[in-house]
């Protein structure tokens, strides 16, 4: 089943003493990257959080936001560090001194200042860490609900891209005998020709040459295996599992036979076929991108 390397989850767990919000939001990645924006309070859970989402999901990159309201008051530590404050006091009283202007304390500047109140917890918290984990999981399944959601889409269009490779690749394959047949009588009646100017012709060595020719120009070789990658691209597509990475390298190989069906094909309404097949292998190359 593909999934999409976009998509969006979030969710909020609470309880009597908190409140906690995850939102994961996820885009195109070759690999598997985890950026979280957590409050520095609780980047003492990053690691724990980085391992559960690398579990649950392959590739893209993720972007987690987490916020956490206490509820309950008691359950954060308020210690004011006086001998800190006191510092900050005799620091400000100096500058004053030194500026010459009038000396006020302003006591919310003061407990604004940095570490003068420490807001960590003094131990960490089980039941806050259940809430997290909680809010975490939730929001990563439906993160791959929504990346599923798009996968589908995705799907669709492949299939229908595909559907139009598959049609202009049939018509190659019906014009690709009557093209050979009409290479071999111009070359005949080219040799004819010459044996009106100069005289005969060794038929043997027309023969090989024509053979040689005419093998260099055959195209049913590609057509088959064209036909093998667009139905094994199907079957990946539809697998269990969501190949974004096989489904590229196919992609790849299909691009290798249209070139060489184009090249050989030395024939104006088969290239346009050709065209048609190369325009849709290049927009289902572009979706792929997108596939985990």
């Known amino acids: ?6 998509g969006y989850g979030s ?12 939102e994961l939001k996820s885009l195109n990645s070759k690999y598997l990257e985890v950026n979280m924006k957590l ?12 391992l559960d989402l690398t579990r649950k999901l392959e590739r893209g990159k993720v972007i987690m936001l987490m916020n956490v309201e206490v509820l309950n008051l008691e359950k954060r530590t308020l210690n004011i560090n006086r001998t800190l404050v006191q510092q900050y006091m005799n620091e400000l009283a100096d500058l004053a001194q030194f500026l010459n202007i009038p000396h006020n304390v302003d006591l919310p500047m003061l407990l604004n200042l940095p570490d003068v109140v420490p807001t960590e917890l003094e131990q960490e918290d089980p039941e806050e ?8 999981m939730l929001a990563c399944e439906g993160l791959i609900n929504s990346r599923i959601e798009e996968g589908n889409a995705l799907a669709q ?8 490779m598959v049609a202009n690749l049939d018509k190659v394959r019906e014009l690709a005998p009557r093209r050979l047949d009409t290479v071999r009588s111009r070359l005949e009646q080219a040799v004819e020709d010459i044996r009106h ?7 043997n060595r027309f023969e090989q040459e024509l053979i040689f020719y005419i093998e260099r120009l055959d195209i049913n070789e590609e057509i088959v295996r064209l036909s093998q990658h667009i139905n094994y691209f199907k079957t990946l597509q539809h697998a269990k599992e969501s190949n974004g990475k096989q489904l590229q390298f196919l992609g790849q ?3 290798r036979e249209i070139n060489t069906i184009g090249s050989k094909a030395n024939d104006a309404e088969i290239q346009r076929f050709v065209v048609v097949m190369k325009d849709e292998l290049e927009k289902i190359k572009e979706q792929v991108q997108n596939i985990i």
């Open 157 to 164: 269009d492949l299939d229908e891209r595909l559907s139009i």
């Open 39 to 50: 409050p520095r309070v609780y980047m003492k859970y990053e690691n724990k959080l980085r």
């Open 11 to 22: 969710a909020t767990c609470s309880s009597e003493n908190y409140k906690v919000t995850v």
């Open 1 to 6: 089943m593909i999934q999409s390397m976009t």
């Open 253 to 255: 190989e299909m691009g």
């Open 129 to 136: 860490w259940q809430l997290i984990d909680k809010a975490t």
């Open 197 to 203: 100017k100069v005289g005969e012709v060794d038929n």
